[in-house]
C-alpha cells in the first residue's frame, strides 16, 4: 500500500515515529490513572454512582436492565446498593468510612432491586472492563469498595490500551491525541467506572483508523481494515447515539479505493443501522424520565417544531456565547454536582496554548486533505455537536428552556480528533523532542495541580486525610483485607 506521495506506506504505523508519541501515553495514562483512582474518593467522579450499580450488574452476567412497580434498575447486593448512599452526595469524604468499607466483609448472596434509570439505555460492552474488575474482586471475597477500585483500575487499563493503540495509528497529530487524552478530565473519567473510557478510547481508534486509510494511503483498502472499521463504528454508535455521524465517515472514503465499494458500504451502513436500532430499543424499553416532572422528551420535541427559532437561539446561546465554558471543561472541571474542582484558569490558557502549539507544529507533510474533505469533517463534528444538544435538551430540560441543562464538554471529546483534521496543513512538525517536552511538562503540571486542588477540597486534613483513607491510623496501606 501506498501513501498520498506515492511512497510506499503500510497500514501498520512506522516504528520510529510512533513509539514516543505511543509509550509516552502509555506510560503517563497508566500513572495518571491509576493516581486518579486512589485519590478521587467513592463516588465523586460524574455519575459514578449510576455507573457502579450497572457495573455490578453486569459483573454477574445480565446485560441490561429490569422493571419493578414502574421502575427501572438492577438487582444487587443490599451492600452494594448502601454504599452509594453511604458515600454519594457529598462534598467532603470521610477516610475513617473509606478505611472502614475497604476492609469491609464481601458482599451477601442476598439480592435487592436499585433503581438506576440513568444509564439503563447504555450499551453493556461499555462496562466490560470495569465488570471484569469487578468480577475479579468477587472472586477473591474482598469487599464492595475494594471491588469498585479494582474495577476503576481495569477501566484505567483498558482506557490506555485503547488509545494507545490509537496513537500508533494516527498518521498525524500522535503528540496532540495523547495530550488531549492526557487532560485532567480524561484522566479523572478513566480513573473510574465512567463508561466515557471505553467510549474515548473506541472513538479515537475508529478515527485513527479512518484518517489514516483516508488521508495518508492510497491504493484498495484491505478488508480486515474495513471490517475493524465496521466493529468500531457499530460500537461508536452503540456508546452514544449522538456519534452516528462520525461513525458514517468511512462513507466518504473515495470509490476507487474499494474492489467491491456498495459490498463494503453496505456492511459499513447495516452494521450503524443496527447498532443504532439496538441502541433506540434498548432506550425505548428502559425508558423513564430521568428527572420526572421535568423532562418530557415528547413535548420538548413539540416545542422545537412548533418554535424553530427559539431552539435555534439556544443552540447559538450554548455553543457561541458559553462555548468557552464547555472548552474549559474539556481540560478540567473533577467530580460532579456540589463537589466539583474547577482548576486554576491559567492552568487552563497553559492547556490550551500547548494544543494550539501542536495543531500548527504536529504535523505530517505527507498527510494531505483536500478542501472538500475538510468540510465534510466539519459538517460531521457539527451534526454530532448538535445531535448531542437535542439528546441532552429534549431528555434533561424543562419543555421550552432558554439554555441546556447538563451539557457538557466531555461528550465531546471522543470525536475531538476529528476535528484537528479540519486545520491540518501538510507540513513537517518540529522535532519529535521539542514535541515530548510540551506534552510531558503540560501534563505533570496539571496533574500535580489538579490532584492537590481535589485532595484539599475533598479530603479533611487534606493529603493526611487522604493517607488515613487509605492506610488508617497505623501507617499500614495494605488497600484490600
Known amino acids: 500500500m501506498k501513501n498520498r506521495t506515492g511512497d510506499s506506506a503500510e497500514i501498520r504505523p512506522e516504528r520510529s515515529q510512533t513509539s514516543a508519541p505511543v509509550w509516552t501515553f502509555v506510560i503517563a495514562g497508566l500513572l495518571c490513572g491509576f493516581l486518579y483512582s486512589v485519590v478521587v474518593p467513592p463516588f465523586h467522579a460524574p455519575d459514578e454512582k449510576s455507573h457502579f450499580l450497572r457495573t455490578w450488574y453486569v459483573s454477574e452476567g445480565h446485560l441490561g436492565a429490569i422493571r419493578s412497580s414502574g421502575a427501572v434498575g438492577v438487582m444487587v447486593p443490599p451492600e452494594v446498593k448502601e454504599l452509594g448512599s453511604r458515600f454519594g452526595g457529598r462534598v467532603t469524604c470521610d477516610p475513617d468510612a473509606i478505611h472502614a468499607a475497604l476492609h469491609a466483609p464481601p458482599v451477601s448472596r442476598d439480592r435487592v432491586f436499585a433503581e438506576n434509570a440513568l444509564h439503563a439505555w447504555a450499551s453493556p460492552v461499555v462496562y466490560v472492563?470495569?465488570?471484569?474488575?469487578?468480577?475479579?474482586?468477587?472472586?477473591v471475597d474482598v469487599s464492595p469498595l475494594a471491588c469498585l477500585y479494582l474495577g476503576r483500575f481495569a477501566n484505567v487499563i483498558a482506557g490506555v490500551l485503547l488509545i494507545g493503540l490509537a496513537i500508533a495509528i494516527f498518521p498525524s497529530y500522535r503528540w496532540l491525541v495523547a495530550l488531549m487524552a492526557l487532560t485532567p478530565m480524561a484522566n479523572h473519567l478513566r480513573g473510574s467506572l465512567s463508561l466515557d473510557s471505553v467510549t474515548m478510547g473506541a472513538g479515537f481508534l475508529f478515527?485513527?483508523?479512518?484518517?489514516?486509510?483516508?488521508?495518508?494511503?492510497?491504493?484498495?483498502?484491505?478488508?480486515?481494515?474495513?471490517?475493524?472499521?465496521?466493529?468500531?463504528?457499530?460500537?461508536?454508535?452503540?456508546?452514544?447515539?449522538?456519534?452516528?455521524?462520525?461513525?458514517?465517515?468511512?462513507?466518504?472514503?473515495?470509490?476507487?479505493?474499494?474492489?467491491?465499494?456498495?459490498?463494503?458500504?453496505?456492511?459499513?451502513?447495516?452494521?450503524?443501522?443496527?447498532?443504532?436500532?439496538?441502541?433506540?430499543?434498548?432506550?425505548?424499553?428502559?425508558?423513564?424520565?430521568?428527572?420526572?416532572?421535568?423532562?418530557?422528551?415528547?413535548?420538548?420535541?413539540?416545542?422545537?417544531?412548533?418554535?424553530?427559532?427559539?431552539?435555534?437561539?439556544?443552540?447559538?446561546?450554548?455553543?457561541?456565547?458559553?462555548?468557552?465554558?464547555y472548552l474549559i471543561s474539556m481540560v478540567g472541571d473533577l467530580g460532579s454536582g456540589a463537589s466539583v474542582v474547577p482548576l486554576p484558569k491559567l492552568l487552563v490558557v497553559i492547556y490550551f496554548l500547548a494544543i494550539v502549539f501542536l495543531l500548527i507544529s504536529d504535523t505530517n507533510e505527507q498527510v494531505v486533505i483536500k478542501a472538500k474533505e475538510r468540510a465534510l469533517l466539519a459538517l460531521v463534528c457539527v451534526a454530532s455537536t448538535l445531535a448531542i444538544a437535542l439528546a441532552i435538551y429534549t431528555s434533561w430540560n424543562p419543555v421550552g428552556w432558554t439554555v441546556i441543562d447538563g451539557l457538557q464538554g466531555r461528550y465531546y471529546l471522543p470525536f475531538v480528533p476529528a476535528a484537528f483534521f479540519v486545520v491540518h496543513r501538510a507540513r513537517r512538525g518540529v522535532s519529535q523532542r521539542v514535541r515530548m517536552f510540551v506534552v510531558a511538562g503540560?501534563?505533570?503540571?496539571?496533574?500535580?495541580?489538579?490532584?492537590?486542588?481535589?485532595?484539599?477540597?475533598?479530603?479533611p486534613r487534606g493529603w493526611s486525610g487522604w493517607r488515613n483513607a487509605y492506610c488508617g491510623r497505623t501507617g499500614a496501606f495494605p488497600v484490600l483485607r
Not at 235 to 248: E, G, N, Q, S
Not at 442 to 459: G, K, P, Q
Request: aromatic share 12%.
Open 129 to 139: 472492563p470495569q465488570a471484569v474488575g469487578i468480577a475479579v474482586g468477587r472472586a
Open 207 to 325: 478515527l485513527a483508523l479512518v484518517a489514516r486509510l483516508w488521508f495518508f494511503e492510497r491504493g484498495e483498502v484491505p478488508w480486515r481494515t474495513w471490517i475493524a472499521i465496521t466493529i468500531l463504528a457499530g460500537l461508536v454508535c452503540l456508546t452514544r447515539t449522538t456519534y452516528a455521524p462520525v461513525a458514517a465517515l468511512p462513507l466518504f472514503i473515495p470509490s476507487g479505493r474499494f474492489r467491491r465499494v456498495w459490498s463494503a458500504r453496505l456492511i459499513l451502513a447495516l452494521a450503524i443501522v443496527l447498532a443504532l436500532s439496538s441502541a433506540f430499543m434498548t432506550a425505548a424499553r428502559n425508558w423513564t424520565p430521568f428527572r420526572p416532572g421535568i423532562s418530557d422528551p415528547q413535548g420538548q420535541f413539540q416545542f422545537i417544531l412548533s418554535h424553530p427559532m427559539a431552539f435555534a437561539k439556544v443552540l447559538w446561546l450554548e455553543h457561541v456565547i458559553h462555548a468557552k465554558w
Open 442 to 459: 503540560v501534563v505533570c503540571l496539571s496533574t500535580v495541580i489538579a490532584l492537590d486542588r481535589a485532595v484539599n477540597v475533598w479530603y
